[in-house]
Structures are given as C-alpha cells and as structure tokens.
Nanobody, 125 residues
C-alpha cells in the first residue's frame, strides 16, 4: 500500500509560479512511475505530467509543456511539479498518482495504482 499526500497548492496570480510536492509512504517509491493529473470543475481528470522510476524519462501534456517540470527525489520519496507562467485555465485540483506500469502508460491514464487526495490550484487573472 502506498499513500500519497500532495502539498503546495494555493492562490496565485496569472504569470506566477507554484511548486507542488507529493510525499509517498512506504519503502518502494522507486518501484513506481509517478504522475500528476488535474481536474477542473465540470471536467474530466486529465493528464499533466509523468516521470519514470529513475527520473530519466518525463512526459508532459501539450497544455503545460514548456511551462512545467516534473522531478522526483527517490531518497525523499517525493515527486514535484514546478509550474511557471501559470494561466487561469490551469485552475484545478491537482492529483498525484503512482503506478507500477510505465510513465508513458500514465499519459493515457493506464496502470495507475494509487491516487493522492488532491491539492487546489487557483490562478487569478
């Protein structure tokens, strides 16, 4: 069992930055690909970014590519999402995910085993 706890969300003005963190319990963190997803009101949950077990491979949704960076620290059991140049359309609840499949599979919402509880990101115009 893996528990995921997100933090770092909040209210920020358009053009600003936020760094989300996701702390995982357990001793097998490096056995999981990790990802970030988001869900805006009235919309489906969508893929944002994913990172492989080693951190070598990363994937991004087109909507955040060039503005966001996913990284992980396996020694700290933590995955991060640095978001820059935030836009009002980035407003959503952001969820951390862990999967025993590949990071690439996460881009299609496949092979996800655990979800965090989410953290709210609100970008004001």
């Amino acid at each position: 069992q893996v528990q995921l706890v997100e933090s770092g969300g909040g209210l920020v003005q358009a053009g600003g930055s936020l760094r989300l963190s996701c702390a995982a319990s357990g001793r097998t963190f490096d056995s999981y690909a990790m990802g970030w997803f988001r869900q805006a009101p009235g919309k489906e949950r969508e893929f944002v970014a994913a990172i492989s077990r080693s951190g070598v491979s990363t994937y991004y949704a087109d909507s955040v590519k060039g503005r966001s960076t996913i990284s992980r620290d396996n020694a700290k059991n933590t995955v991060y999402l640095q978001m820059n140049t935030l836009k009002p359309e980035d407003t959503a609840v952001y969820y951390c995910a862990a999967g025993r499949g590949t990071a690439q599979a996460m881009t299609d919402r496949r092979d996800i085993d655990y979800w965090g509880q989410g953290t709210q990101v609100t970008v004001s115009s």
